[in-house]
C-alpha cells in the first residue's frame, strides 16, 4: 500500500507540474519562443498575490480575480512591446530577452521583498484528505490542482480547436507567413497567445504558492520542472502536458519512496530516460 500511495501522490503532484508548463508549452508551440523568464513569472504571479492579499484581506484564491487581469496585461504588453520585436531573428534573441527579463524580475522581487521566504495561506483545506480503504490518504487541497489543470488544459483544448481565435493560432503556428496574408495580425495574435498563457501563469503561481514556501529566486527551479513536463509530453501537445507532469511527478514520488534525498533526481532521470529513449516525447503534436 505505500507504493500505491506514493503512485497516486505523483499522479497529484503532477497536476502542479502540468500548471507550470501550460505556459510555456503555449509560448513555444504558437510563436516559437522558448521564454528563460516563465518561472520567475509564475513567481512574480506568487508576489502579486501576497500583495493583493494583505492590501485587501482577500484569500489567496479569490485573489486571482486580481492577480490573473494583472498578468494577462503583462503578458499581453511584454509580448507586444518587446518580444515580438525579436522574433524574426531566431530562437537566440527571445532566449537573451527573456534571460534579462528573468534577471530583471528576480532582482526587483529582492528589491522589494527581501530575501525571506513567503508562503500563502487558504487555511484548513491545505490540510484536509480523504480518507479511501487501506490506509491510503488523499490531501484534498492536491485534487483540488490536478482537477484545475485537468480543467485548464481541457478549456484549452476547446479554445484551440471549437474557436476562430484557435483556428488563427494553429494557422499562426503552422506557418505564420501565410496565415498574415491570409489577414492574421500576427503581432497581436502573439500578444494575445501570452496573454492568455499568463492567465494560468497566474494560476499556477497562486496554487504552488499555496502549496509550499517561495522567495525571489524560486523561478529557475519552476522553469526547469516546467521544461522536463513539456518535453516529455510533447511539444505541442496539452494533454502531453498533463502526463509529463504526471510522469515527473511519479518519478518524484518514487524516488522519495526509496530514499528522500532521490526525489528531485529521480525526476530528472526519468526525464533524462524519456529523452533518450523518444526524443520527440511521449505525444508529440502533428499537425492536422
Same mark, same amino acid.
Given at each position: 500500500?505505500?507504493?500505491?500511495?506514493?503512485?497516486?501522490?505523483?499522479?497529484?503532484?503532477?497536476?502542479?507540474?502540468?500548471?507550470?508548463?501550460?505556459?510555456?508549452?503555449?509560448?513555444?508551440?504558437?510563436?516559437?519562443?522558448?521564454?528563460?523568464?516563465?518561472?520567475?513569472?509564475?513567481?512574480?504571479? =506568487?508576489?502579486?498575490?501576497?500583495?493583493?492579499?494583505?492590501?485587501?484581506?482577500? %484569500?489567496? $484564491?479569490?485573489?486571482?480575480?486580481?492577480?490573473?487581469?494583472?498578468?494577462?496585461?503583462?503578458?499581453?504588453?511584454?509580448?507586444?512591446?518587446?518580444?515580438?520585436?525579436?522574433?524574426?531573428?531566431?530562437?537566440?534573441?527571445?532566449?537573451?530577452?527573456?534571460?534579462?527579463?528573468?534577471?530583471?524580475?528576480?532582482?526587483?522581487?529582492?528589491?522589494?521583498?527581501?530575501?525571506?521566504?513567503?508562503?500563502?495561506?487558504?487555511?484548513?483545506?491545505?490540510?484536509?484528505?480523504?480518507?479511501?480503504?487501506?490506509?491510503?490518504?488523499?490531501?484534498?487541497?492536491?485534487?483540488?490542482?490536478?482537477?484545475?489543470?485537468?480543467?485548464?488544459? =481541457?478549456?484549452?483544448?476547446?479554445? /484551440?480547436?471549437?474557436?476562430?481565435?484557435?483556428?488563427? /493560432?494553429?494557422?499562426?503556428?503552422? %506557418?505564420? %507567413?501565410?496565415?498574415?496574408?491570409?489577414?492574421?495580425?500576427?503581432?497581436?495574435?502573439?500578444?494575445?497567445?501570452?496573454?492568455?498563457?499568463?492567465?494560468?501563469? =497566474?494560476?499556477?503561481?497562486?496554487?504552488?504558492?499555496?502549496?509550499?514556501?517561495? %522567495? +525571489?529566486?524560486?523561478? +529557475?527551479?519552476?522553469?526547469?520542472?516546467?521544461?522536463?513536463?513539456?518535453?516529455?509530453?510533447?511539444?505541442?501537445?496539452?494533454?502531453?502536458?498533463? $502526463?509529463?507532469?504526471?510522469?515527473?511527478?511519479? =518519478?518524484?514520488?518514487?524516488?522519495?519512496?526509496?530514499?528522500?534525498?532521490?526525489?528531485?533526481?529521480?525526476?530528472?532521470?526519468?526525464?533524462?530516460? $524519456?529523452?533518450?529513449?523518444?526524443?520527440?516525447?511521449?505525444?508529440?503534436?502533428?499537425?492536422?
Amino acid at each position: 500500500m505505500d507504493w500505491l500511495n506514493a503512485l497516486i501522490q505523483g499522479i497529484l503532484l503532477g497536476g502542479i507540474y502540468a500548471l507550470f508548463a501550460i505556459g510555456l508549452s503555449m509560448s513555444f508551440g504558437i510563436m516559437r519562443l522558448v521564454n528563460i523568464a516563465h518561472g520567475d513569472l509564475i513567481v512574480l504571479a =506568487a508576489y502579486v498575490a501576497l500583495v493583493v492579499s494583505q492590501g485587501t484581506g482577500l %484569500d489567496p $484564491i479569490s485573489s486571482l480575480v486580481v492577480v490573473v487581469p494583472v498578468m494577462f496585461a503583462l503578458g499581453y504588453a511584454v509580448q507586444r512591446g518587446l518580444l515580438n520585436l525579436t522574433l524574426s531573428g531566431g530562437l537566440l534573441p527571445p532566449l537573451l530577452v527573456t534571460f534579462g527579463i528573468s534577471i530583471i524580475i528576480q532582482n526587483g522581487l529582492q528589491e522589494v521583498f527581501g530575501a525571506y521566504t513567503h508562503r500563502l495561506q487558504e487555511g484548513a483545506i491545505e490540510t484536509a484528505s480523504l480518507r479511501l480503504p487501506g490506509g491510503i490518504s488523499i490531501g484534498v487541497y492536491p485534487l483540488l490542482v490536478f482537477g484545475v489543470a485537468v480543467a485548464a488544459i =481541457a478549456s484549452l483544448q476547446v479554445l /484551440f480547436y471549437r474557436t476562430r481565435l484557435g483556428r488563427a /493560432f494553429r494557422a499562426a503556428s503552422d %506557418d505564420a %507567413d501565410t496565415a498574415e496574408l491570409m489577414g492574421i495580425d500576427n503581432r497581436n495574435l502573439y500578444a494575445l497567445a501570452l496573454g492568455i498563457a499568463m492567465i494560468f501563469t =497566474a494560476i499556477a503561481g497562486v496554487l504552488f504558492a499555496i502549496r509550499t514556501n517561495f %522567495d +525571489p529566486s524560486a523561478g +529557475p527551479i519552476r522553469l526547469i520542472l516546467a521544461f522536463e513536463a513539456v518535453i516529455i509530453g510533447g511539444l505541442g501537445s496539452m494533454w502531453g502536458t498533463l $502526463i509529463g507532469g504526471m510522469v515527473l511527478g511519479i =518519478a518524484q514520488a518514487l524516488g522519495s519512496a526509496l530514499n528522500p534525498n532521490w526525489q528531485i533526481l529521480a525526476g530528472h532521470l526519468a526525464f533524462l530516460v $524519456i529523452l533518450i529513449v523518444r526524443p520527440s516525447g511521449l505525444f508529440p503534436r502533428t499537425k492536422d
